[in-house]
C-alpha cells in the first residue's frame, strides 16, 4: 500500500544540520567513533559482519566498522550528512552503502547481525507510535540472534543535569544558544536552538520523546527485543544516577515466539 505523503517535521530542516553541523559533530567528537565502536561491540558481543548505522549522520560509526572489515549500510534522511559521509569514506578508504531514508521507512529483512542508533538518533516524532515502527523496522531487520544497541539520553539524567539555558562559542565566534523545556508531563522535550554567526541569529527548534530506562526496556520488549539491558555508558556501567547515557542493548530471538 502507498504510504501517504507526511508533512515537513522539525528535522526535515536541512538547513538546521547545516548550520548546527560544527556544534554537534565537532571534529573531536567524530575522533572518539573507533573507540566507542569498540567499546559496543564487546557490550553486545556481536559476531557477524553485517551491520546498519541508522541515522548514521556523517557516518563517524559507519566508517568505525568499515575498517573493522563490517559491511556496512549508513541510513539517514539528511543529504547535506550523507554528503559529508561519502566525502569522509572516500578519505578512510573505506566502501559504506549509504541510503537516503527516514528511519520509519527503512527495512531491510533479516539483513543485520548489528544495527546501532548512536546519538540521540531516537524519539523524533509528534506520535510516539511512530518511534515503536523504527523500533519494528529494527527487529525485522535484524538477523535472529542479531544485537541492537541504542545510545541516548536518559529522562532520569536530564532531570538531574537539566538547565534553562546552555551556550557554546566556536574558536571563529559562533555561538550556539540552547534553550530547552519539559513539555507534556515529561513525555517531550524542546530545545531553541539559536545560531549566532556574524551578528546574525538563526532560530530551530529541536524535539525528542523522552524515555526513561524503564520506558525503554518496556517499548523494545512490546516489540519482540529479548535479554534488553540497560547501560549508563557505553563502558558498560549500570544505568544508575552516575549515568551519562541510556544505552540499551536488545537481541532478537533466535526462534520466532508464537503469540498464540
Ligand atoms: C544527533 S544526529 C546523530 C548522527 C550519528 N548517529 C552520529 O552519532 O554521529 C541525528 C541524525 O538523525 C538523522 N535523522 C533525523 N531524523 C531522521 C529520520 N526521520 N530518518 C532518518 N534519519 C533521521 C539526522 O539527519 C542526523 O544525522
Known amino acids: 500500500m502507498k504510504r501517504l505523503k507526511r508533512s515537513p517535521e522539525w ?3 536541512d538547513v538546521f544540520w547545516r548550520e548546527t553541523f560544527p556544534f554537534i559533530f565537532a571534529e573531536k567528537r567524530l575522533a572518539l567513533a573507533d573507540e566507542i565502536v569498540g567499546k559496543a561491540l564487546t557490550l553486545t558481543g556481536v559476531k557477524g559482519k553485517a551491520a546498519l548505522d541508522l541515522c548514521c549522520g556523517p557516518g563517524r560509526f ?3 566498522l568499515a575498517e573493522r572489515g563490517f559491511s556496512v549500510t549508513g541510513v539517514d534522511r539528511t543529504k547535506y550528512l550523507l554528503d559529508k559521509a561519502r566525502a569522509r569514506a572516500r578519505t578512510a578508504q573505506v566502501n559504506v552503502e549509504w541510503i537516503q531514508k527516514d528511519m520509519r521507512d527503512f527495512v531491510r ?3 543485520y547481525d548489528f544495527i546501532l542508533s548512536m546519538f540521540s ?6 506520535v510516539r507510535e511512530e518511534d515503536a515502527v523504527v ?3 529494527i527487529l525485522e531487520s535484524l538477523r535472529p540472534g542479531g544485537a541492537f544497541l541504542i545510545d541516548f539520553f536518559g529522562k532520569e539524567t536530564l532531570a538531574k543535569v ?3 539555558a546552555l551556550a557554546d562559542t566556536l574558536p571563529d565566534g559562533t555561538t550556539l544558544l540552547q534553550q530547552p523545556k519539559v513539555v507534556d508531563d515529561w513525555s517531550r522535550i524542546v530545545t531553541d536552538w539559536t545560531v549566532i554567526r556574524k551578528g546574525r541569529a538563526r532560530k530551530f527548534t529541536f524535539q525528542l520523546n523522552l524515555y526513561s530506562g524503564q520506558e525503554l526496556r518496556q517499548t523494545m520488549e512490546n516489540t519482540g527485543f529479548t535479554d534488553v539491558k540497560l547501560y549508563g555508558n557505553v563502558d558498560g556501567q549500570p544505568y544508575g544516577v552516575d549515568a551519562t547515557r541510556l544505552i540499551a542493548v536488545g537481541r532478537k530471538p533466535n526462534q520466532s515466539v508464537s503469540r498464540d
Open 11 to 13: 528535522f526535515d530542516d
Open 62 to 64: 559507519s566508517i568505525a
Open 109 to 111: 529483512r533479516e539483513a
Open 121 to 126: 538518533s531516537f524519539g523524533y516524532f509528534d
Open 135 to 137: 523500533l519494528r523496522n
Open 162 to 164: 537539566f538547565q534553562n
